[in-house]
């Protein structure tokens, strides 16, 4: 999952190229998390894989707009590989079970019994059923609740076309459970089959083998015959049509936004035979991409074989395409090597995003990738002033991540894309790349821990090739909070004409020329905007306003970094675009900035309030928790009319990537982002 930009960022050095950390002394070993042999393999689930195991999953189910329910069957064909087990533990969240049969050595089915536990607010219920002659297959009957965390339904009106209802799902982190009731961990690999029934005039989809060419009748069949864990699992439905992009990949979206994504996403191809250049053979058949309404929570989900996708990302010039560069990165690190709990995210994430880095460098070249780098990286270094140091490090302690959906988002992505390129910088490219395609390779198919990886990597860079990294740097990485000082920097060299600019407004009131600005990118633009001193006056904003049109942009990341700085800065011209903003769009990453900087005055407060109330309908359920969570929490000083002519006052620019931004470019710290993986 993937957030383009994870957050928000300060101006970086005026130019540069990549260069390597001052020296500083060799790291003492950092503390390895204590293993236990009786340590849960996920502690955010109920099964127990050790003692029986899913291994492929059939499933039988109806989709119900009118009831915003789906239900039907689940058939488990089971692993036992303790011969004394007598139970089947599955996780649930909210669901109606109906009856659990097993299938007797006669092929016959007959009831077994089962119980459902309390429902715990994180975990949902323990769903245990009683099989003490061990069944090769057993079956589920259930219901799901409409307000099942995993799946959000929208009428007509919250969809782009605005003609049919949509359904979709998502079940990243422990979101399956509330759908399908399963053992809902990426510990277990499964593979699956589905018939779904919908209303004849939506169109189904789910991550699986789906036809470009399939009639849209109601009735579908699907079928995934690799092996994915349950976070994997996707379904949706709505008013979906097909483009494609090359003979292997294409977009489904509704039929206004088709031909949009289909010119947004016309790289794709190129973006796989990249991919494949470096790390091996694409094994998933297909590589489609559905772009959802924009209430997804997320900016993508690596669905295999169907991407979940933000039409956030689609505004013109491909330069936020950097997301399906992500999401199809996961082809390789996440869905083919997957992680095996959640504390051990970066394994998905961190790899992820940095491999994410290398297709967009050779296809746009190094300033894009350098551009998003640092933007990144200076997100994180904002959010580790402020988060637990026990959620800084990339392999975390059983017990330290409650909620699996609050991991910090910045160590994920960003920290653990550091530690490879770290990793790259010392070995060299070419020996790294063979390690990392190497090690796809090894552990194809597979659920691992961090100290899994850590033992390959043992030997197969740091023994095979002595003297490069010592196992002190190495463990500093996973077990050490913070960003380790051996870190390799980057600088953007294109960020210095924006710097430059921003400077020369801030203190003559002259905006940059045309002739500068005219070929900036989102990218350039954030980094504007996020350069800007905590608040500015209204007089600055309406200027800004009036030469960018900042205000109503259709530019999600742009619109993330403005309307926060509106609203501490008390420009209430922009009230109104907010408003619309924030009840047009929700994904997470794009409208909790605005939500934070509104709740911290009483005006502010109010004016949020009244926009989630309308907005509510249309968020998916992880959104609506965030908002309401920001609400609730929210302590507001006495809103203060905003000065008429005089700037706000530079403050302190925080060093950026190894240098200091010049004199008197002020920038101020920004809120933690929230976690949009993928933003995938």
């Not at 995993?150 to 982190?173: D, V």
């Not at 759908?179 to 699956?192: E, I």
Request: contains cysteine.
């Amino acid at each position: 999952m993937r957030a383009l930009l994870l957050s928000l960022g300060f101006a970086v050095a005026l130019a540069g190229c990549q260069r390597d950390a001052a020296d500083t002394p060799t790291p003492k070993p950092a503390a390895k998390p204590a293993v236990t042999a009786s340590a849960s393999p996920d502690e955010h689930s109920y099964a127990e894989p050790g003692k029986v195991a899913i291994d492929d999953l059939a499933l039988d189910l109806k989709v119900d707009f009118d009831s915003k329910t789906i239900s039907g069957t689940a058939t488990y064909t089971l692993d036992w590989k303790d011969k004394g087990a007598t139970q089947l533990v599955l996780d649930s969240r909210d669901l109606s079970i109906d009856k659990v049969e097993g299938e007797g050595k006669d092929g016959q089915w007959q009831p077994l019994q089962y119980g459902l536990a309390k429902s715990d607010a994180i975990l949902g219920s323990k769903f245990t059923i009683e099989a003490p002659g061990q069944n090769a297959h057993i079956r589920v009957t259930y219901a799901t609740s409409p307000q099942a965390s995993g799946l959000q339904w929208l009428e007509p009106a919250m969809t782009e076309g605005k003609q049919l209802p949509f359904m979709f799902s998502q079940s990243q982190q422990i979101h399956a459970r509330s759908w399908v009731p399963l053992q809902d961990t990426p510990s277990v690999r499964y593979t699956y089959s589905a018939h779904v029934s919908t209303r004849p005039d939506v169109m189904a989809l789910m991550s699986a083998d789906n036809d470009p060419k399939a009639a849209r009748d109601g009735d579908y069949t699907f079928k995934m015959p690799q092996k994915i864990p349950s976070y994997l699992m996707a379904i949706a439905a709505g008013d979906l049509v097909f483009k494609p992009i090359s003979e292997r990949s294409g977009v489904w979206a509704e039929p206004s936004m088709v031909d949009k994504a289909q010119a947004e996403f016309a790289d794709t191809e190129k973006m796989i035979q990249t991919a494949e250049s470096l790390y091996g053979p694409y094994r998933w058949g297909r590589y489609d991409i559905l772009v959802l309404p924009p209430s997804f929570p997320y900016g993508g989900m690596e669905n295999p074989r169907l991407t979940f996708a933000t039409p956030t990302v689609i505004v013109g010039d491909k330069s936020l395409v950097s997301l399906v560069a992500h999401e199809l990165a996961h082809s390789w690190s996440g869905n083919l090597v997957t992680f095996s709990s959640a504390k051990d995210a970066w394994l998905n994430e961190g790899v992820t995003s940095y491999v994410e880095n290398r297709i967009i460098e050779a296809l746009y070249g190094k300033d894009q990738a350098d551009m998003e780098s640092v933007i990144a990286r200076n997100e994180l270094k904002e959010e580790f002033k402020q988060i637990d140091p026990k959620l800084q490090v990339l392999a975390e302690k059983p017990g330290v991540l409650k909620d699996p959906d609050n991991s910090s988002a910045s160590t994920v992505y960003t920290k653990g894309a550091w530690f490879l390129q770290f990793l790259e910088q010392r070995f060299g490219r070419e020996d790294f790349d063979a390690f990392l395609r190497g090690y796809f390779d090894h552990f194809a198919f597979q659920s691992i821990s961090s100290q899994q990886f850590a033992d390959y990597a043992k030997a197969n860079l740091l023994d095979k090739y002595p003297g490069k990294v010592t196992q002190a740097e190495f463990d500093a990485w996973l077990y050490e909070p913070g960003v380790p000082s051996t870190a390799p920097r980057v600088l953007a060299r294109k960020f210095g004409v924006v710097d430059s600019a921003r400077l020369a407004w801030l203190g003559s009131g002259e905006l940059p020329p045309p002739a500068i600005t005219g070929e900036w990118s989102t990218q350039e633009w954030v980094h504007f905007i996020e350069g800007m001193p905590e608040t500015l006056t209204t007089e600055q904003l309406a200027q800004l306003d009036k030469a960018y049109q900042f205000t109503g942009t259709p530019n999600g990341e742009i619109a993330q970094r403005w309307y926060p700085l509106a609203v501490r800065s008390g420009y209430t011209q922009a009230n109104d675009a907010i408003a619309a903003f924030l009840e047009r769009i929700g994904r997470r990453k794009l409208i909790m900035p605005t939500y934070h900087a509104l709740a911290d005055t009483t005006d502010g407060l109010a004016l949020a309030k009244a926009v989630f109330a309308k907005a509510k309908p249309g968020y998916h359920p992880i959104t609506t928790g965030s908002v309401q969570t920001v609400i609730d929490e929210a302590k507001p000083k006495p809103s203060v009319a905003p000065a008429a002519s005089e700037a706000a006052p530079a403050q302190d620019a925080p060093v950026e990537d190894g240098k200091r931004p010049a004199a008197g470019d002020a920038t101020a710290p920004a809120p933690a982002s929230t976690p949009d993986p993928a933003a995938g």
